[in-house]
């Protein structure tokens, strides 16, 4: 059968991919820090040319019953050697030295939780995100970012998502109660059978499946608020603010099946999420600055129906629980104050909350200070 060909054909060119992948990544020149991930890429690469060999081995068979089988896992090939091409070996192509910043954040969190003490560390260059697979995530993180000690604790936000991705049946969980008490809340108390409540039921039920991504977010910003404290506020505060009105008010029609709420609802949650942790100061000093843009910019917080106070005491208690199911790290009162992170091994999280104190101190003179802690502790 000519299937039998196409697929035998289609095989081999995969199982030749492969083999060109395992070379590149074999001769990689790369920083120490990337050796774990070049160790699991690797094995993923051995693993689907043995996959590749097994399916030409039933096509050897001439059997056509297993043709179906062939067909699919061969399909299922297709895909993760185009994930491994498209996104996995950018981890690799474009290594430099400056690596080490960035690849360093990473494994630090990924030790610091049980579920993901295993997992190499590893990025490429976009806007700050990350691909949240088990066993083997995938972040990014802009290029001039990538050189500098401030926004370094944005890699905290996204190890959220791989957090949630550990948890995930749990957490789920959790979200779907939280969405029931929304929907409970949006039903109002008498209900019309036309053609307006029903698309009025449809907008409210848009509202509740947004709010699915929605708390993600706002759990996210939660693990990144406990891991690196007043570090990750400031930095968040300064990366999300565009200084434009969408931070504060966007169309309905944006709103509905958005991955993000309105930035101005994330920065005053966590603010108030950082003042219950006892970091005041910091978060008086954030939501000044946003409200000092609001002002200039002649526009008000408008969430368009999506949020309202009635639902925030279920919202802040929802998250809370996601954390104590997650269990990311504390940041500490030394944490914090960024003590201490001089010794050895390095405390991360002190040196990084120690950069914004620096920053916010003396901002001209910041730049200096930076480039000797990223000469002295990275080697750069």
């Given at each position: 059968?000519?299937?039998?060909?196409?697929?035998?054909?289609?095989?081999?060119?995969?199982?030749?991919?492969?083999?060109?992948?395992?070379?590149?990544?074999?001769?990689?020149?790369?920083?120490?820090?990337?050796?774990?991930?070049?160790?699991?890429?690797?094995?993923?690469?051995?693993?689907?040319?043995?996959?590749?060999?097994?399916?030409?081995?039933?096509?050897d068979i001439e059997d056509d019953i297993l043709l179906p089988d062939v067909l699919s896992e061969t399909f299922i090939l297709l895909q993760r050697v185009r994930l491994i091409k498209l996104r996995y070996l950018?981890?690799?192509?474009?290594?430099?030295?400056?690596?080490?910043?960035?690849?360093?954040?990473?494994?630090?969190?990924?030790?610091?939780?049980?579920?993901?003490?295993?997992?190499?560390?590893?990025?490429?260059?976009?806007?700050?995100?990350?691909?949240?697979?088990?066993?083997?995530?995938?972040?990014?993180?802009?290029?001039?970012?990538?050189?500098?000690?401030?926004?370094?604790?944005?890699?905290?936000?996204?190890?959220?998502?791989?957090?949630?991705?550990?948890?995930?049946?749990?957490?789920?969980?959790?979200?779907?109660?939280?969405?029931?008490?929304?929907?409970?809340?949006?039903?109002?108390?008498?209900?019309?059978?036309?053609?307006?409540?029903?698309?009025?039921?449809?907008?409210?039920?848009?509202?509740?499946?947004?709010?699915?991504?929605?708390?993600?977010?706002?759990?996210?910003?939660?693990?990144?608020?406990?891991?690196?404290?007043?570090?990750?506020?400031?930095?968040?505060?300064?990366?999300?603010?565009?200084?434009?009105?969408?931070?504060?008010?966007?169309?309905?029609?944006?709103?509905?099946?958005?991955?993000?709420?309105?930035?101005?609802?994330?920065?005053?949650?966590?603010?108030?999420?950082?003042?219950?942790?006892?970091?005041?100061?910091?978060?008086?000093?954030?939501?000044?600055?946003?409200?000092?843009?609001?002002?200039?910019?002649?526009?008000?917080?408008?969430?368009?129906?999506?949020?309202?106070?009635?639902?925030?005491?279920?919202?802040?208690?929802?998250?809370?629980?996601?954390?104590?199911?997650?269990s990311p790290y504390q940041c500490s009162e030394d944490d914090a104050a960024g003590l201490g992170w001089e010794g050895r091994p390095m405390n991360l999280i002190a040196l990084l909350n120690e950069a914004w104190?620096?920053?916010?101190?003396?901002?001209?003179?910041?730049?200096?200070?930076?480039?000797?802690?990223?000469?002295?502790?990275?080697?750069?």
């Open positions: 059968m000519r299937i039998r060909e196409t697929l035998r054909r289609k095989n081999q060119d995969l199982k030749q991919d492969l083999e060109n992948v395992k070379h590149i990544v074999s001769i990689a020149r790369i920083v120490e820090e990337l050796e774990p991930y070049r160790v699991a890429l690797l094995t993923r690469t051995l693993d689907l040319i043995d996959a590749s060999r097994q399916n030409l081995a039933w096509l950018r981890g690799l192509y474009r290594t430099t030295n400056w690596d080490r910043v960035c690849l360093q954040t990473i494994a630090w969190v990924h030790r610091r939780h049980e579920q993901t003490v295993t997992y190499p560390a590893v990025f490429a260059d976009d806007d700050v995100s990350t691909i949240p697979s088990k066993g083997l995530p995938f972040y990014f993180f802009p290029c001039l970012e990538q050189r500098g000690l401030r926004f370094q604790p944005l890699f905290f936000h996204e190890f959220g998502h791989v957090l949630y991705k550990c948890h995930e049946q749990e957490l789920d969980s959790l979200v779907g109660d939280f969405q029931q008490i929304v929907e409970a809340e949006l039903l109002p108390a008498s209900q019309r059978n036309d053609q307006y409540a029903q698309e009025q039921a449809r907008l409210r039920q848009s509202i509740v499946e947004t709010w699915y991504k929605w708390v993600q977010e706002f759990f996210c910003d939660a693990v990144g608020l406990s891991i690196g404290g007043p570090c990750f506020l400031n930095a968040f505060s300064d990366y999300i603010g565009k200084l434009q009105t969408t931070d504060y008010f966007r169309q309905a029609s944006d709103l509905h099946g958005s991955s993000h709420p309105v930035s101005c609802l994330r920065l005053k949650l966590l603010a108030e999420r950082a003042e219950r942790a006892g970091l005041g100061r910091d978060a008086e000093n954030v939501v000044r600055n946003w409200n000092d843009v609001a002002k200039l910019l002649g526009v008000s917080e408008d969430y368009q129906g999506f949020y309202t106070d009635l639902i925030k005491t279920s919202l802040v208690q929802t998250v809370d629980d996601m954390l104590v199911e997650a104190v620096k920053f916010t101190e003396d901002p001209n003179g910041f730049q200096s200070w930076e480039a000797k802690v990223l000469e002295e502790t990275y080697g750069l």
